[in-house]
């Protein structure tokens, strides 16, 4: 072992004796640095889950490749265009097959209340499903007889106890669009800004729902590949066989899509920043407080040590230190406690809100940020300080 690193081990842990020498304004400080680190969970973490829950439909989609109209903003408002078109794919090397997808919004009333609420219909196709929900996988037939649905289990519950009604009964009676309707299954699929609760149904339900809606119309144009053909090389030769009213785009630019209008014409993202800023402001004056409160009650040890040969940078980087301390420690229990916090949003708003790595990491840099930069604005007297003026 060399003797740098015996010194190092052997020095006194000045910062650390500083930090926990009163227990009280040591739990102030961490309960601060704990707050803080709970907002700024709480702002992502929502932020997140809405984004998230508007890419989740996508994602569900049974398809390589995606046909929409060239007006396409959102699924909440979909254009439609020639089912002729999305055929033609067929005409195009690697192409496996297609399917319609025809998606609107309906009126839905609550069994036990009787009120209404708007709910988003997906008709598909029996011939070839183009959704990716088990259980369609498992027994598509289900949806054959009309009026036949399935319903979203993670539905608000303004919608009625219906996943429950399922489970107990088998199924559940329901009126959409003034019409009766049978929920035999639920999918799990959540809200998104265009609605809160979906229904799965056959394209013959569909038009039992809408019947002025036209079956040579649809909103989306689902195309699937045959395995290991790239999905980019399709897309450029069936692009140029398409008029200028349809665009064929990939899963992941149809999500891409969908995000940017949320992101450009919706206030989420600027609410939830200015909500990240606000926890690190609150929890930057808190460490900045306690820091400069321990500074001003220690300037004469800290004279004592400028009066013993320790340089401005030694004195400092203890208070830096310190605010690392807190920082790191504090840390702890803002991320267990935001896990908690996220669950309970889950169950409550049927959100997929979960901590991942990325923005624990994320969060751990902005409370590193927060504290360090707090601690170097609280040293300031430390520079200034000589041990002559304090004895």
Known sequence: MSLSLRRQLHRTPVAWLQVSHNPVKLAIALAGVSFS?????????????????????????????????AGYSNLGALQTFDRTRLYQALGVAGVEGVAPL?????????????????????????????????????????????????????????????????????????EVN??????????????????EANLVVSDSTYFFLFPSAD??????????????????????????????????????????LELNYWKRNSSVGFIFTLGVLVGFVVGSIIVYQILFGDVMNSLP?????????????????????????LALVGFVPGVLSSMGLYWLLATVTKLSVFMTLERALQVLLLTFVMCVGSGALATRKLVQLDPADVF
């Open 37 to 69: 680190n709970l907002l700024m969970f709480f702002q992502l973490g929502l932020l997140d889950s809405i984004y998230n829950s508007q890419r989740k439909p996508i994602q569900k989609l049974r398809a390589d490749l995606v046909m929409v109209s």
């Open 102 to 174: 025809r998606l609107a919004r309906a009126t839905w009333i609550t069994p036990e209340t009787h009120r209404s609420f708007d709910v988003s219909v997906y008709g598909i196709s029996l011939a070839r499903p183009s959704l990716a929900f088990p259980e369609l996988e498992r027994d598509v037939s289900r949806l054959q007889p009309l009026r036949n649905a399935l319903f979203d289990r993670r539905a608000k519950a303004q919608y009625g106890p219906i996943a429950a009604t399922v489970e107990r009964q088998g199924s559940a009676s329901v």
């Open 215 to 256: 079956a040579r119309q649809i909103q989306l144009g689902l195309i699937q590949l045959k395995p290991g053909v790239d999905a980019r090389s399709v897309q450029q030769a069936l692009q140029p066989l398409m008029p200028k009213v349809v665009k064929v785009l990939t899963r992941a630019e149809l999500e891409t």
């Open 301 to 325: 040890q800290y004279a004592t040590l400028k009066a013993m040969g320790y340089t401005d940078l030694y004195v400092i980087s203890v208070v830096i230190q310190q605010s690392a301390i």
């Open 178 to 195: 003034q019409k009766q309707l049978r929920i035999v299954d639920t999918v799990e699929l959540g809200a998104t800004f265009s609605a």
